[in-house]
């Protein structure tokens, strides 16, 4: 599984982005995805997941309420719906793809190249 984000921006705090995590090959329908960020000098941090199915979902409490994913299946994708946007939320954003839903980014067998989302204050 071939794995690119894409999306990514400059918006002002308060604003939306909605990243796009398109796969190539027909097995990505039955993996999970999950999305991560990394700011500099931080650590990678969880985002979100869904399982295979699109049914499953789970957030980290940093973006629930705020971020929605979601299964495009028409586009071969799962995006990333972000609203609410803080300057906090700075750093570059990671899609991954496993076997099953996980929220440690070392059970993902698939990365794909981040995208760079930019909150203005």
């Known amino acids: 599984v071939q794995l690119q984000a894409s999306g990514g921006g400059l918006v002002q705090a308060g604003g939306s982005l909605r990243l796009s995590c398109a796969a190539s090959?027909?097995?990505?329908?039955?993996?999970?995805i999950g999305w991560f960020r990394q700011a500099p000098g931080k650590e990678r941090e969880f985002l979100a997941t869904i399982s295979w199915t699109g049914v499953i979902t789970s957030y980290a409490d940093s973006v629930k309420g705020r971020f929605t994913i979601s299964r495009e299946y028409a586009k071969n994708a799962v995006d990333l719906q972000m609203k609410g946007l803080k300057p906090e939320d700075t750093a570059v954003y990671s899609c991954?793809?496993?076997?099953?839903?996980?929220?440690?980014?070392?059970?993902?067998?698939?990365w794909g190249q981040g995208t760079q989302v930019t909150v203005s204050s």
């Open positions: 991954a793809a496993a076997p099953y839903g996980h929220r440690t980014w070392e059970q993902y067998d698939y």
């Open positions: 090959g027909r097995a990505f329908s039955s993996y999970a």
